[in-house]
């Protein structure tokens, strides 16, 4: 096959669930919970800097952790996200809210 490039796509694109989370620990569980029943995505929570317990409840509901030393705002969480994906070859990120605003039924369109 002189001359002919041969492109290697998967089937099936690797998807990343960014959650961008400062304070959340009363709803970040069930969202990252619902993701991993609904979703074949991998579910990324970056915690902002948050005082309370958001950190341990994404991690208890099945998510990676990123814990930022302090609190960056959207911004930097989003940055680090991204980041994470890029780092890890995932093909797409989708961001939600980490307060249950955004339907997880819509992430698949």
């Known amino acids: 096959m002189q001359g002919?490039?041969?492109?290697?796509?998967?089937?099936?694109?690797r998807v990343l669930v960014a959650i961008p989370a400062y304070g959340e620990e009363k709803s970040i569980g069930a969202i990252?919970?619902?993701?991993?029943q609904k979703l074949p995505y991998d579910v990324v929570v970056v915690n902002?800097?948050?005082?309370?317990?958001?950190?341990?409840?994404?991690r208890n509901?099945?998510?990676v952790t990123l814990d930022l030393p302090c609190n960056l705002g959207i911004g930097g969480a989003l940055q680090t996200a991204y980041q994470f994906a890029r780092d890890r070859g995932y093909d797409a990120l989708v961001r939600i809210d980490a307060d249950g605003q955004h339907e997880i039924d819509d992430i698949p369109r």
């Open 4 to 13: 002919q490039a041969v492109e290697n796509k998967r089937e099936t694109p």
């Open 32 to 36: 990252v919970t619902s993701l991993r």
């Open 48 to 58: 902002d800097g948050s005082p309370d317990g958001t950190s341990s409840a994404a």
């Open 61 to 63: 509901a099945g998510a």
